[in-house]
């Protein structure tokens, strides 16, 4: 089974920048879409974007769309979310996931969740 590990969370302030990383470790992305998703406190896990395998097909949620870009570099084993612009509603759990395919990022078309980390914006 695919292992995720994500990484590059942290404290923030509003207006500020992070990017996350979804590393792959056992075996290759490649033939993997990858999602980005988030919980914060209180609320259910959210699908944020995803990337399809070849890197050709992205999709955002409205929340995140024209702040953040997600990439990957598969002879990394790696996808990043660069998330710009970041506001306090940013603050979250963030988790990545794989599918087969980058056509929705409804949480119950991905599996091989990593275990998240942790953005925090404070103003």
């Known amino acids: 089974q695919l292992h995720l590990v994500e990484s590059g969370g942290g404290l923030v302030q509003t207006g500020g920048s992070l990017r996350l990383s979804c590393a792959a470790s056992?075996?290759?992305?490649?033939?993997?879409?990858i999602g980005w998703f988030r919980q914060a406190p209180g609320k259910e896990r959210e699908g944020v974007l995803c990337?399809?395998?070849?890197?050709?097909?992205?999709m955002y949620a409205d929340s995140v769309k024209g702040r953040s870009t997600i990439s990957r570099d598969n002879a990394k084993n790696t996808v990043y979310l660069q998330m710009n612009s970041l506001k306090s509603e940013d603050t979250a759990v963030y988790y990545c996931?794989?599918?087969?395919?980058?056509?929705?990022?409804?949480?119950?078309?991905?599996?091989?969740w990593g275990r998240g980390t942790q953005v925090t914006v404070s103003s």
């Open positions: 996931a794989a599918s087969a395919l980058c056509r929705s990022i409804r949480t119950d078309e991905y599996d091989s």
């Open positions: 056992v075996f290759t992305l490649d033939y993997y879409a």
């Open positions: 990337i399809s395998a070849s890197g050709g097909s992205i």
